[in-house]
């Protein structure tokens, strides 16, 4: 097994290689699959005997206690099973503690545990049916006693002065950072922003519902579903359940998407385990979108206090940050929303600090682009606020303040191309002809706007191990539990594998999403790519070096004698200066078993030497109907210094994805809290509004390539979530140059601007 630290040089059947497989825009290997429909996706598993449906009942107040439960009716409804309640649900482990640190993913979630009731829509019965329509319908004749909590409390801003300073924030990070006297030098600083941004709870609305089909054999749990990282599923449902992890299989080779919230195990999974536990058969469990709202994970409502102070030529000499992030009585998370603008500016003063402000509701947690996302609409914003009052291009203002090193860390960044972003950017985009004042340029009844914004998201790299196998007839499989969440790592995969056993893709088999196979990353956090792909990467190179032994020792290999360590794998051929002989033929002959490679590594290194992230720069064009207010994006444009890209096809389909899924953040998407019982009231795709085709109409996204040879293996950088970020705030930096109105409550929506639109008739 090939076992080294990630940070060293890429491995020399790449290096020889380049050219080859590794940055070509190869078509999805699992295309086919999913169009013609034979992807099966973790409810769609048929064939299993006596399959029965479960259907979650969900509390009707926010936070309270059930004094009473009549589950007669329903368990006398017809096709009916089981129903559990937490007073005949199988015994579970304990709540996880409320701070759990590093290990978020990796715990007990116990459901239907205690009569208590901690946010509205939290399970309180499970109806398990021969069909889902007998379970749905017997759902509805549960009925539930409460005695309501009169002191729940559900508005951020109402409880911002009971906030408390957590102990840390996600992603590992310091909850405040400080250096220089931001205080002083804000003081004396000849221009000044201090302004204060409100964002809203927003949800994750990927295509496939969380849903989980659970199956005992004896004391053997499978679980198929939709987890975005297998191990740590395997690993929380074990606990879970307090079964030995061995008796745990999770099955989750395709994902409809997960944006962070199939990350978590959630209530279905463990409801359908417990549900086929009691009945003895398969149980499907899948959440309505509605019950999606309560019950999956979403991004926290937030208060952020941006302040900044500049010299008049718009040198920045004092940043603060200050945020103000919902989270819950049983569960802490605290987005990391300040993080953002430690890295992005230079100033020898600043202070960044988060505080929780404790609030009924379901538990937040990761969304794309965690911290940075909503970090970027506070920076941005006042970016734009601050070059507003200096009289000056925000995109030059970003430049005069490019730092030299990480501003915080004050290591050097491993690669950073913002500036090249930019001007490639304002390049393409045609920013000379942004107007200089806002209101002042018009398409017929429309106002339109220029606007710009930095992105940014760290470069992270987890723990992987995979196992690839060449057989004699010259074909490969790759194993590993990573999954795919309709990001590519199927494609990917296949192309750093195929590339550096100098195979053709087609020879290449990558099987994913299968706890029982080498444990991975996973996908999220933008680590998936560079983790998995550089271990198997090392299991390639384990392979190579073996054929190398057995090729050089075999005295009826042309390649006899010759060093091993010049062996590559090219074309299907073992290949040593102008001698070669046939991978099957070598492997026929010498190992017709085939030969198996590992390659496992342990992460980045630390401490790092590096500050590594993936830079960008968002650009946007809007357009406001004079007399209705509507908000149209005419057009985008990001541009990202990218690493080495892996696919450009696979690339680039993510970043538009991420600055899509930004326009929602900007323009459209909001979770409206009830404030009488603390419910999600717009809990469906009709009344959450996600853009759709008509909200984008031109989009494109550019990669500038970097030399990044510190940050992995392979030289990449993750994409999955840096486009989201920066996109909100170019936009609501757009909405200004064609309104002259700054909107800092988001998204923002036509009521926000209507009222402040200049008078200058219609057309």
């Known amino acids: 097994m090939v076992n080294r630290s990630p940070l060293s040089p890429a491995i020399n059947p790449v290096e020889e290689n380049r050219g080859g497989l590794i940055g070509k825009p190869m078509n999805r290997v699992d295309g086919p699959l999913k169009v013609t429909g034979r992807a099966k996706y973790s409810y769609e598993y048929r064939g299993l005997k006596d399959t029965a449906y479960g259907f979650i009942v969900g509390a009707g107040i926010g936070k309270g206690r059930i004094s009473g439960i009549d589950t007669s009716r329903a368990e006398a409804a017809p096709r009916v099973l089981a129903v559990l309640t937490y007073q005949n649900a199988p015994k579970q482990a304990p709540p996880h503690p409320r701070e759990n640190g590093a290990n978020r993913f990796d715990r007990s979630e116990p459901f239907l545990f205690s009569p208590d009731v901690r946010y509205y829509g939290e399970p309180v019965a499970l109806v398990i049916a021969e ?48 250096e220089g006297d931001f205080d002083g030098a804000f003081a004396a600083a000849p221009v000044k922003i201090d302004v204060t941004y409100h964002l809203p709870h927003e949800h994750n609305m990927p295509m496939e519902p969380h849903a989980t089909q659970a199956v005992w054999d004896g004391d053997q749990l499978t679980l198929y579903s939709g987890q975005q990282i297998a191990a740590t599923a395997h690993s929380s449902i074990a606990k879970t359940l307090q079964i030995p992890p061995e008796r745990v299989r999770v099955v989750t080779p395709f994902i409809g998407g997960g944006f962070g919230s199939k990350v978590p195990l959630h209530a279905q999974a463990v409801l359908a385990a417990l549900g086929a536990k009691v009945v003895r058969r398969p ?16 991004r926290p409502e937030c208060l952020q206090r941006m302040r900044l102070g500049a010299t008049k030529d718009g040198v920045l000499t004092a940043i603060a940050h200050d945020v103000w992030s919902q989270t819950t009585p049983f569960d802490e998370f605290i987005e990391q929303t300040a993080a953002f603008s430690r890295v992005m500016y230079a100033a020898p003063n ?8 404790i609030l009924d509701l379901p538990s937040s947690d990761i969304m794309r682009a965690p911290g940075e996302e909503p970090g970027s609409v506070a920076q941005e914003c006042a970016m734009d606020e601050l070059a507003v009052a200096l009289d000056m291009d925000p995109i030059e203002l970003r430049i005069k303040n490019e730092p030299k090193d990480d501003p915080e860390t004050h290591l050097p960044f491993s690669s950073r191309s913002l500036v090249e972003c930019y001007r490639e950017g304002a390049r393409r985009f045609g920013w000379s002809t942004r107007p200089k004042r806002p209101a002042t340029l018009r398409d017929g009844r429309w106002l339109v706007g220029y606007g710009v914004a930095s992105a940014m998201f760290p470069t ?11 057989n004699a007839d010259g074909t490969a499989v790759v194993k590993m539990d990573m999954t795919d969440i309709g990001t590519g790592s199927y494609t990917v995969l296949t192309q750093v594998a195929a590339e550096s056993l100098g195979l053709a893709p087609e020879k290449v088999t990558v099987e994913l999403g299968d706890s029982k196979l080498p444990k991975s990353s996973g996908s999220g956090g933008s680590f998936g790519a560079a983790s998995a792909g550089s271990a198997t990467l090392l299991a390639c190179e384990h392979v190579r070096a073996q054929i190398a032994q057995l090729a050089t020792k075999d005295r009826r290999s042309p390649l006899a004698g010759a060093d091993a360590a010049t062996i590559a794998l090219r074309d299907g051929h073992v290949v040593a200066g102008d001698k070669s002989e046939p991978l099957s033929a070598v492997l026929s002959r010498l190992a017709p078993a085939g030969v198996e490679g590992k390659g496992e590594h342990q992460g980045a290194q630390q401490p790092a030497k590096y500050s590594s992230h993936v830079f960008g720069a968002q650009f946007a064009e809007v357009g406001v109907d004079i007399d209705s207010g509507e908000i149209r994006v005419r057009r985008m444009l990001g541009v990202f210094g990218s690493g080495r890209i892996l696919n450009p096809k696979t690339a680039r389909s993510q970043l538009i994805g991420g600055m899509i899924m930004g326009i929602g953040a900007g323009l459209t998407e909001e979770s409206i809290v009830d404030p009488r019982d603390g419910s999600f009231v717009n809990h469906d795709l009709a009344e959450y509004h996600v853009p759709v085709n008509a909200d984008v109409p031109q989009i494109d996204a550019i990669c500038l390539e970097e030399q990044e040879p510190y940050a992995n293996p392979l030289g990449i950088k993750g994409l999955g979530e840096v486009g989201i970020v920066g996109v909100a705030a ?24 209507l009222g402040g639109l200049p008078d200058t008739g219609s057309t």
């Not at 149980?283 to 979403?298: E, S």
């Open 131 to 178: 069909t889902y329509e007998a379970a749905r319908h017997a759902a509805g004749l549960v009925e539930v006693r409460y005695v309501k909590d009169a002191q729940a409390k559900f508005d951020l801003a109402a409880s911002q002065s009971q906030a408390y300073k957590p102990k840390g924030v996600n992603a590992g990070m310091k909850t405040d950072t400080a």
């Open 283 to 298: 149980v499907k469990v899948a959440q309505t979108r509605p019950q999606m709202f309560a019950n999956t994970n979403h």
């Open 460 to 470: 992270y790299m987890r723990p992987s191990a995979a196992a690839v196998r060449v």
């Open 350 to 357: 600043r202070a960044h600090r988060h505080w929780g402000v």
């Open 730 to 753: 170019a936009l609501a930096n757009a909405v200004y140059n064609a309104t002259g109105i700054r909107v800092r409550k988001f998204p923002i929506t036509l009521d926000k601007v």
